[in-house]
C-alpha cells in the first residue's frame, strides 16, 4: 500500500457512511466526466476499500496514487489515465 501526504486532486468524492459497493461504482461514473490525467480524492471509511480501490485502478486503466489516513476516513487518490470510449 502507497501511502502519500498532502496530495492535490482536481475533484473530490465523499463516499463516508456509504455502502459497499458504492467505493467502487461512483468513482467510475465520477472520473467518466474528468480530463485524462486529472485526480480524483475519494473518502471513505470502509476497510474494505484498502485492497479494491487498488485493485479497481489496476483493472480500469487508471493509475492508484496512494492513500491518506485520516483520523475518521481515508482518502484515496486516482489518476485518470485513459480517456472512456
Same mark, same amino acid.
Given at each position: 500500500m502507497k501511502f502519500v501526504k498532502h496530495q492535490n486532486s482536481d475533484e473530490s468524492l465523499d463516499l463516508v457512511c456509504r455502502m459497499c459497493p458504492m467505493h467502487l461504482l461512483e468513482p467510475g461514473d465520477? $472520473? &467518466?466526466c474528468m480530463k485524462k490525467g486529472q485526480v480524483l480524492e475519494v473518502l471513505t *471509511?470502509? *476497510?474494505?476499500? $484498502?485492497? *479494491?480501490i487498488p485493485d479497481w485502478c489496476k483493472k480500469c486503466g487508471h493509475e492508484f496514487i496512494g492513500v491518506e489516513e485520516e483520523d475518521d476516513c481515508?482518502?484515496?487518490?486516482? &489518476? &485518470?489515465k485513459r480517456d472512456e470510449a
Open positions: 465520477k $472520473l &467518466k *471509511d470502509y *476497510d474494505g476499500a $484498502l485492497e *479494491d481515508y482518502k484515496f487518490y486516482i &489518476k &485518470k
